[in-house]
């Protein structure tokens, strides 16, 4: 219970001690919550305690996947850190959502089990609900918008759910399930903030203690806070020296929003990689206990989820979709978590999704090309006589750079009538070989811009003119 005072959890030390753990606690207690949090006090009654994950890990010790937890070789070189990957996207639906999913089908009621459950999902949710469903016996009905991905509405379908299309976005698909006659008397299953949900997702966190004990930090992808709620929980309640990171997108930092706020409040959403991330508004229940165990929160850029995503295909030959890769995109040069502290500490990742679909992964695969500098953008002026386009792309040829794409401008060049602007994408090795082809271009094409350059300027036009609608990164 979330209370005024510290409160033993009973039994926890011997089921620890059951578990082999060399870490846990001398005297297991749950964390309370000052009397000043008056939104927390109002849910005390049903917030998680320890015990219920280690019941959860008892539950779902033969109905889900003990993941493996690596090493990853060459992202500890990358990051500088002993890099470990929990690879949840080895689950049967593909994330680690079948933890809670299971775990909360395995608590109904006799009378529940007979009537089923309802719960409104676009994706990874309403997979693991239907597949664990129909390992049960339990009708499952899933509410899911229209934006949801076909396959993943096929995939449900084909698991025997009842798959209701309704809504624009996941709050009207909520709101249907949660209001509709039709559905009276079937138990609605949150994805991310039933007690039982996060029970279950805590049972990562153990299985993470177990796989790599001397663990000092772990670093979680952050949505609606089941996930982190859970493994916080459980590691910090294993072992208190564990430090916490959650890391959620720029363009939905719901997380931070309740922080600020004390209470969870509706944060501005963006579209973004980490589609399954963009919860606008974090659980109650998950945001009571993740508050009191995470010790800190960071935000991504679309870039370096992108980035992160090309690294996983790359490096590690997994395919992660983007809210998956997002501890790993904290962790990456240049990103928020790319810190001393970091330096040579062992760090856990959850991989905790891989559904995407293969027309976004292209899309992501190709700006994280661009983001690791292996796709340059160029527009420069060259000859409008027969030869002149051979001329530039030879030179291009000699500098080591492979034509992507190509696409020639004559209305918006005003310097000279026997000039043709082309606009090009090219195949390079990297940042230092895109400066030596830019500067090697320069030479005989003087006008040459880059796509950063570009980009600069329309950053300054954006800046100038608040109302434009300036779009840098899908531009030519």
Not at 204 to 231: K, M, R, S, W, Y
Not at 427 to 452: F, Q
Request: negative net charge; hydrophobic residues 40%.
């Amino acid at each position: 219970e979330i209370c005024n005072e510290e409160r033993p959890v009973p039994g926890v030390a011997s089921v620890v001690k059951e578990m082999q753990c060399a870490s846990a606690r001398a005297s297991s207690t749950v964390k309370c919550l000052p009397a000043w949090k008056p939104f927390l006090r109002e849910i005390s009654s049903t917030c998680v305690k320890f015990e219920e994950v280690v019941r959860a890990s008892h539950r779902l010790r033969n109905g889900v996947v003990r993941t493996p937890c690596e090493r990853s070789h060459w992202l500890s070189l990358e990051t500088g850190c002993d890099l470990w990957l929990k690879m949840e996207q080895q689950q049967f639906t593909g994330s680690f959502k079948e933890r809670g999913a299971r775990n909360a089908l395995l608590c109904l009621s006799a009378e529940e089990h007979r009537r089923g459950v309802i719960a409104a999902s676009a994706g990874n949710h309403a997979l693991a609900l239907a597949w664990h469903g129909a390992q049960l016996g339990i009708p499952v009905t899933v509410v899911m918008p229209t934006v949801a991905p076909m396959a993943k509405v096929e995939k449900c379908r084909a698991f025997g759910a009842n798959v209701v299309i309704h809504g624009l976005h996941i709050g009207e698909a909520k709101e249907h399930a949660q209001q509709s006659l039709e559905y009276e008397g079937l138990r609605y299953v949150n994805g991310y903030d039933d007690p039982e949900i996060i029970a279950g997702a805590g049972t990562c966190g153990v299985e993470i203690l177990e796989q790599v004990p001397d663990v000092d930090i772990i670093v979680v992808p952050v949505g609606g806070a089941g996930l982190i709620a859970g493994i916080s929980l459980a590691a910090k309640t294993l072992n208190p020296n564990v430090y916490v990171v959650g890391v959620e997108p720029e363009r939905c930092a719901s997380f931070r929003a309740a922080l600020e706020a004390n209470q969870p409040v509706l944060a501005s959403v963006k579209p973004t990689l980490a589609d399954g991330l963009a919860v606008p508004k974090v659980g109650p229940h998950a945001f009571a206990v993740a508050r009191e165990w995470v010790d800190e929160v960071v935000e991504v850029s679309e870039r370096d989820l992108a980035l992160a995503v090309l690294r996983l295909v790359e490096g590690q030959k997994m395919i992660v979709e983007g809210g998956g890769a997002a501890g790993i995109a904290a962790l990456l040069p240049g990103c928020p978590l790319d810190r001393k502290d970091f330096k040579g500490k062992k760090v856990v990742v959850p991989l905790c999704g891989g559904n995407i679909d293969t027309t976004i992964l292209g899309r992501v695969i190709e700006r994280g090309l661009s983001a690791d500098g292996r796709l340059l953008r160029l527009l420069v002026s060259v000859s409008d006589r027969p030869g002149g386009l051979a001329e530039f792309t030879k030179l291009v040829a000699s500098l080591g750079g492979s034509v992507k794409d190509i696409f020639h401008e004559r209305a918006w060049l005003y310097s000279s009538v026997d000039q043709v602007q082309v606009n090009c994408v090219l195949e390079t090795s990297g940042h230092e070989h895109n400066e030596k082809i830019i500067a090697a271009l320069r030479e005989t094409y003087p006008d040459t811009r880059s796509g950063s350059s570009m980009e600069r300027a329309l950053q300054h036009l954006q800046a100038t003119y608040p109302h434009t609608d300036v779009m840098a990164a899908e531009r030519p």
